[in-house]
C-alpha cells in the first residue's frame, strides 16, 4: 500500500527533485492504477536515459573519462546493454530526475546536442514509464575530436 502523503506531496512537485524515500540506490517507482501496481527499478529508469542519450547525433560518450574506461571495461565483461555510467536519477512515486555527464563530439553545437538530449530523455522516460521527468541535468566534460585525440588545442587564432 503507498503512503498517500508522498503521493500527494510528489504530485504537487513542479520544480523540486522527487523524494526517493531515503535516497538508497535502486530505489522503486511505484505505479498504481485500479488494476494494479508497477514498480519500476531506477536501474531501468537510468538505463533508459543513458540509450535515449546516446540515440543524439553528436554525443560520443556518457561519463567522463575515468568513467569512461571503467565503462569500456564493464561493458567488455557484461555486454553494452549495461553501460550507464555518467548517468544518475532518482525516481519517486510518480516523478524522475535525471543527471547526465558527457562528452559532445566536435564541432557540434553543445547547446543544441544538450538541447535535443534533455528531450530525447524526457520523451523516454515519460512515454515508457510513465513517469514525469522534472528535470534532466546535463554536464558536458569533454569534447571529442576527429581522429580521436581529446586533448588537441586546435582553433586557437594567432
Not at 494494479?36 to 554525443?59: F, N
Request: charged fraction near 25%; proline fraction near 2%; hydrophobic fraction near 35%.
Amino acid at each position: 500500500m503507498t503512503d498517500t502523503s508522498t503521493s500527494t506531496s510528489m504530485q504537487n512537485q513542479s520544480k523540486d527533485r522527487p523524494s526517493t524515500g531515503g535516497g538508497a540506490s535502486g530505489s522503486l517507482a511505484r505505479l498504481e492504477t485500479d488494476k494494479g501496481v508497477t514498480s519500476i527499478s531506477e536501474d531501468v529508469v537510468g538505463k533508459i536515459a543513458a540509450i535515449a542519450a546516446r540515440e543524439v547525433e553528436g554525443v560520443e560518450s556518457l561519463g567522463g573519462a575515468i568513467s569512461g574506461a571503467l565503462s569500456s571495461v564493464v561493458g567488455r565483461i557484461r555486454g553494452d546493454e549495461h553501460k550507464t555510467a555518467g548517468v544518475g536519477v532518482e525516481v519517486g512515486t510518480k516523478q524522475a530526475a535525471v543527471d547526465l555527464s558527457m562528452t559532445i563530439r566536435y564541432p557540434a553545437s553543445i547547446m543544441d546536442v544538450t538541447g535535443a538530449v534533455r528531450q530525447n530523455v524526457i520523451d523516454r522516460i515519460e512515454t515508457m514509464t510513465g513517469l514525469e521527468v522534472v528535470e534532466v541535468n546535463i554536464a558536458v566534460n569533454d569534447l571529442a575530436f576527429p581522429g580521436g585525440d581529446q586533448d588537441q588545442n586546435t582553433g586557437r587564432v594567432e
